[in-house]
């Protein structure tokens, strides 16, 4: 088992909600930056949101800002992505990955060393 373990993911219809989880036990999460990406099929791997460890600010993408929300439980060491009114084009795999840089709103992924296995998330009727 890897530093990062997410979970959550499922089979929803549009509209609905749910919430992904990244427990990472052994990691000190207020020197990380937390990161969720998903790629959906015959698509590049696309960031779409990121938790500061130090200061806890958030980036979001475009395509997810005012419905995603994604926040840290430190007791648990563990992020959550919360994500509501779900739609079809965010059918993908979710992953989350951790690092020591700063977020930033380009989600360089070279800048990420730890990366969990992945959740499908899948929106549909």
């Known amino acids: 088992q890897g530093l990062l373990v997410e979970s959550g993911g499922g089979l929803v219809q549009p509209g609905n909600s749910l919430r992904l989880a990244c427990a990472a036990p052994?990691?000190?999460?207020?020197?990380?930056?937390i990161a969720w990406f998903r790629q959906a099929p015959g698509k590049e791997r696309e960031g779409v949101s990121c938790?500061?460890?130090?200061?806890?600010?958030?980036v979001y993408a475009d395509s997810v800002k005012g419905r995603f929300t994604i926040s840290r439980d430190n007791a648990k060491s563990t992020v959550y992505l919360q994500m509501n009114s779900l739609k079809a084009e965010d059918t993908a795999v979710y992953y989350c990955?951790?690092?020591?840089?700063?977020?930033?709103?380009?989600?360089?992924?070279?800048?990420?060393?730890?990366w969990g296995q992945g959740t499908q998330v899948t929106v549909s009727s």
């Open positions: 938790l500061s460890g130090s200061d806890s600010s958030t």
């Open positions: 990955a951790a690092s020591q840089y700063a977020c930033s709103p380009y989600f360089r992924s070279y800048e990420y060393t730890y």
């Open positions: 052994g990691l000190p999460l207020d020197y990380f930056a």
